[in-house]
């Protein structure tokens, strides 16, 4: 027995005025979703709890079985961690853009022109660098994709608790990083991150490439802006929790980020790039390729959440209609007799507001002996009438681990 968990992020919606009051799940087309809510049990979940709009950070750790409130620290880490880089206990990790500013450090664009060409040979200018007051501190740093990457600092008596240089805003300066706490770790973390803001715009300043594409009358990549802080938290694997062998397969880094320190694998789905142009299907097939290596899979889907932060309703259906395609694909390719299909969203996301909220997002689960209910279609709506009501994120891995055979009995 094992298990396909299909994550459509910030899938979930609230009403939408053009839709004549109804969500893009209940008027979007979704065949194999339905399929899946109607053969199986269904209901609603609150990743956190209800009326919190969750992270999706928190929303993951919370969904695979994690308090977030006791070892969330911060989202760097994962996003380096998720880039392919080795984050150690300690390291504090920034996910970092390159930008383009002016001699007065205002930030003229936060993506660089959204540099795609030369920013892996700026990222490794910088990679290594050293930090002259701070001979123990190293500085890893990798270009991701496009302007973004991800920067960990790595020596003693470090701290997560500093603030963004990222001003999150064009015409700003960049910030200054502060201490967010009275620690002396924190004040130190302050001032070396504040050293590398300066050093690091002098060497890309003064880069060929940069130079390049003034020539090229493209923006400089002539900055890092840096946020989200984070360390990675010291938990117990998933893996070693069930006895299972499990894996993410994702085209985001967080969400790889986030599996992995947990004790997920990933891999690697050409196609899945974490956008709206992912192929959904690759990953599906993927999917389908590892199941007889791994009890557990977690298949996420970026596109729908990026969708409602444009607050872009044709692409939200358009992500809806791909996750369909990708659920269809595991119905068709699996045995249902072996395999469990769930779908959920991390969170809510509202198109019209552009933001998160805290509504619950529906789940439905297939597989063999589930208690069927009268669910015919999966939204919002409909699996809030389903048989596993009203659930917390926290719940969901004991239900699906329960189902297939994994879960401990409680007393005698
Ligand atoms: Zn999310
Ligand atoms: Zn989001």
Request: glycine fraction near 10%.
């Amino acid at each position: 027995m094992r298990v396909i968990l299909i994550i459509g992020d910030g899938m979930a919606d609230r009403p939408i005025k053009e839709l004549g009051g109804k969500t893009p799940l209940q008027v979007t087309s979704t065949p194999s979703m339905d399929e899946v809510a109607r053969t199986g049990v269904n209901g609603v979940m609150d990743s956190i709890a209800p009326g919190i709009p969750p992270g999706s950070d928190t929303a993951h750790l919370t969904i695979l079985g994690y308090d977030p409130y006791k070892i969330y620290e911060g989202r760097g880490a994962f996003e380096a961690l998720g880039a392919g880089l080795k984050v150690k206990p300690g390291d504090v990790a920034f996910r970092g853009n390159f930008a383009t500013v002016d001699d007065s450090l205002t930030v003229l664009d936060r993506r660089a022109g959204r540099i795609r060409e030369g920013a892996e040979e700026l990222a490794e200018a910088l990679n290594g660098l050293k930090l002259d007051p701070f001979p123990e501190v190293q500085v890893i740093l990798k270009n991701t994709v496009e302007h973004r990457c991800a920067v960990i600092f790595r020596g003693p008596h470090l701290s997560r608790m500093v603030s963004d240089t990222d001003p999150h805003e064009s015409d700003h300066k960049i910030n200054e990083a502060k201490p967010l706490d009275d620690s002396s770790e924190a004040l130190r973390t302050s001032s070396i991150v504040n050293f590398f803001t300066r050093n690091s715009r002098m060497i890309l300043e003064k880069h060929p490439m940069n130079a390049e594409r003034r020539s090229k009358g493209l923006l400089p990549a002539n900055a890092i802006l840096l946020r989200g802080a984070g360390v990675i938290p010291e938990v117990r694997p998933i893996t070693d929790i069930y006895g299972i062998k499990a894996l993410v397969v994702a085209g985001g880094a967080l969400y790889k980020g986030v599996c992995n320190s947990v004790g997920m694998d990933s891999i690697n789905v050409p196609g899945a790039t974490g956008n709206y142009a992912t192929d959904s299907e690759a990953k599906a097939k993927s999917a389908v390729e590892n199941l007889p290596k791994y009890d557990f899979i977690l298949v996420h889907i970026k596109g729908t959440d990026s969708a409602s932060h444009d607050s872009d309703l044709g692409k939200k259906i358009m992500m809806i209609e791909k996750v369909d395609k990708l659920v269809g694909h595991l119905l068709k390719n699996t045995d249902p007799d072996e395999v469990f299909i769930a779908i959920t969203s991390d969170h809510t996301t509202s198109t019209d507001s552009g933001e998160h909220t805290g509504d619950p997002v529906p789940v439905s689960i297939k597989g063999p002996n589930v208690r069927v209910d009268s669910v015919q279609s999966y939204s919002e709506t409909d699996c809030a009438q389903g048989g596993l009501g009203r659930i917390r994120g926290s719940d969901l891995m004991p239900i699906l681990m329960d189902l297939v055979g994994k879960s401990i009995m409680f007393g005698e």
